[in-house]
């Protein structure tokens, strides 16, 4: 079920990463600081905005903010494209870009009423020179220099901008560097201030899961991990992605010997998204091991027969996938899995939440036996 803005946003603030004491990039610890005041404050007024659009495009329980948070897309929307086409004035203690220039920036970016943003980061420690936020109709075309500062901090701007700019290199696939585009996906790096995404080195990849895991109880986290684990150990190497189409989430991609560079060249994925968390597992040799899964738990059975969370299920179209799909058998009879590439619950979808020890052993086992055919 999906969280009410107040309550998401207290969600977003848990998943701010803490910046070690010795960390050095100007106005990363400032910023960090920022986004709980933000948080804070979106929670506070979550309950007057909670408007969520009608038919949100789900994934797996996915999170999708344009469609369930359009306030607290928009407000991040208009914190990130402030970051990156604004510039520092001489001093660099402050934002300049003329109101023009960010009107039509914002209108690209499908921000609703960007003025009433403005006036939310104000209750943030932002302050606007340049705009007279209190009339009833605030024009940014009439502003020709708008300045932008942060008195509490000022450093908080130019973190504020590193994270703006990270987030877009870390979705240099599906855009163009610089292009406004990059703030319709506003996801975990800049909202997160996922400083290790400014790192050069490969980030260790066992800490950034971890704290991606946080929200999830412990027997999810281990789960995850010793799955995770069992794969590179069987030479699988992973590659971390964020969901697309304004999704709130992470792919753990899996591929044999190279690191896949995007879903369709992952065998094996392990989604998570703030409220549910699932594998998909690629187990070809299913039919080798038969006797295996007819004594999984009832519930983890049912799920295997029937394909719950595909859009494609075999049960649902018969007829279209009845030369397809992955043939095994349960217990005498047949059934199919989906086959279509680009569904992300093709093959065997599992749900890695609601755990019980039963569960938890027979899934790694099925894994731990699919492996041994690598």
């Avoid at 979550?46 to 359009?70: C, E, L, S």
């Avoid at 300045?147 to 990270?166: R, W």
Wanted: charged letters at 25%; one cysteine or more.
């Amino acid at each position: 079920m999906q969280k009410p803005l107040t309550d998401f946003a207290k969600h977003m603030k848990d998943l701010v990463l803490e910046i070690p004491a010795d960390y050095s990039v100007k106005g990363i610890q400032a910023f960090h600081d920022f986004l709980h005041q933000f948080f804070d404050y979106i929670a506070i007024v979550g309950d007057q905005h909670d408007k969520p659009k009608p038919n949100a495009n789900r994934v797996w329980g996915g999170i999708n903010f344009t469609m369930d948070y359009p306030f607290l897309r928009d407000m991040a929307a208009v914190l990130m494209n402030i970051g990156t086409c604004a510039e520092f004035n001489p001093i660099g203690d402050t934002f300049v870009i003329s109101g023009t220039e960010l009107k039509n920036i914002l209108k690209k970016a499908k921000v609703q009423k960007p003025a009433t943003c403005l006036r939310h980061l104000t209750h943030c420690g932002i302050e606007f020179s340049g705009i007279d936020l209190d009339t009833e109709k605030p024009d940014l075309a009439k502003a020709q220099t708008l300045k932008i500062s942060y008195p509490d901090n000022p450093a908080m701007l130019h973190g504020l901008k590193t994270m703006a700019n990270a987030q877009i290199k870390i979705n240099k696939k599906r855009y163009k560097e610089g292009s406004w585009a990059c703030v319709n996906t506003i996801d975990n790096i800049f909202l997160r201030c996922d400083y290790n995404a400014l790192e050069d080195t490969e980030i260790e990849q066992v800490a950034t899961i971890t704290d991606i895991l946080k929200p999830f109880p412990p027997d999810t986290q281990q789960l995850v991990l010793s799955i995770h684990q069992r794969l590179l150990d069987s030479n699988f190497k992973c590659d971390i992605t964020t969901g697309r189409n304004s999704a709130i989430g992470f792919y753990l991609l899996y591929a044999h010997k190279a690191k896949p560079k995007q879903v369709f060249h992952a065998s094996w994925i392990i989604g998570i998204t703030p409220n549910n968390c699932g594998i998909k597992i690629d187990a070809k040799h299913a039919s080798e091991y038969v006797d295996i899964i007819e004594n999984f738990p009832q519930d983890l059975l049912q799920v295997i027969r029937t394909g719950t969370g595909c859009v494609h299920n075999p049960a649902a179209h018969p007829n279209e996938l009845k030369e397809s799909g992955f043939k095994f058998i349960i217990r005498g009879e047949e059934y199919r899995k989906c086959s279509v590439i680009a569904c992300s619950n093709n093959e065997y979808w599992i749900p890695l939440t609601d755990l019980t020890e039963e569960k938890n052993l027979a899934i790694l086992k099925w894994i731990g036996k699919e492996l041994d055919y690598v």
